[in-house]
């Protein structure tokens, strides 16, 4: 048995590679063997030959049908890209300057940045070729959201309307209520 060992450990040592690849090709081989054979939790009816029975196991099927998504684009063109309105305005008022030539879509490409460019360097800006609160201040195209939309202010020529209910069935106002209506506007 000695000898046996013996001769067995020299085979090993001079040649690693071979005994090693071998080894992790058995090991290999045994789990997926035993994973195939032992450990699936259905029987698969098309096998080579049956691992078990099928009479104790569970439908492989289920009684529920699939959620499946269909996803249907349109044949042809794909979907136009939609532009920043920002883009858009920046892009009209250049082209109605006769700084910009291209398609007043909302997308920001070369032309855009060029005119955009040209603009600034002929009002004397520096030309990043960006928008900026800068350029859109120049071009009197600032954004307007509900933050920066300025609010009316009264017109100080025109009398102030007297409410209906402070009206008597003359015409007439009653003037100790429609002074106070005058002097101070009502809240709502």
């Known amino acids: 048995f000695q000898d046996g060992a013996v001769a067995v450990g020299g085979m090993i040592s001079r040649n690693p590679v071979l005994v090693g690849g071998s080894t992790a090709f058995l090991v290999t081989l045994f789990y997926v063997s035993a ?9 698969h009816a098309g096998a080579f030959f049956a691992t078990r029975s099928i009479a104790g196991f569970p439908h492989a099927t289920p009684d529920e049908p699939e959620t499946t998504f269909n996803i249907v684009r349109p044949s042809g063109a794909p979907a136009p890209i939609k532009g920043d309105p920002v883009v858009e305005q920046v892009q009209g008022i250049l082209k109605d300057l006769d700084f910009y030539s291209g398609t007043v879509d909302g997308i920001s490409g070369p032309n855009t940045r060029k005119a955009i460019q040209d603009y600034q360097q002929k009002v004397g800006l ?44 003359s015409g007439q106002t009653n003037s100790g209520q429609a002074d106070a209506a005058t002097q101070a506007p009502d809240a709502r």
């Open 35 to 43: 994973n195939a054979l032992w450990y699936q939790p259905f029987p």
């Open 126 to 169: 520096s030309a990043s070729g960006e928008i900026d609160a800068l350029l859109l201040d120049q071009l009197g195209a600032t954004p307007k959201t509900a933050s920066v939309v300025p609010r009316p202010q009264p017109r100080p020529d025109m009398p102030a309307a007297v409410p209906v209910s402070l009206q008597t069935g």
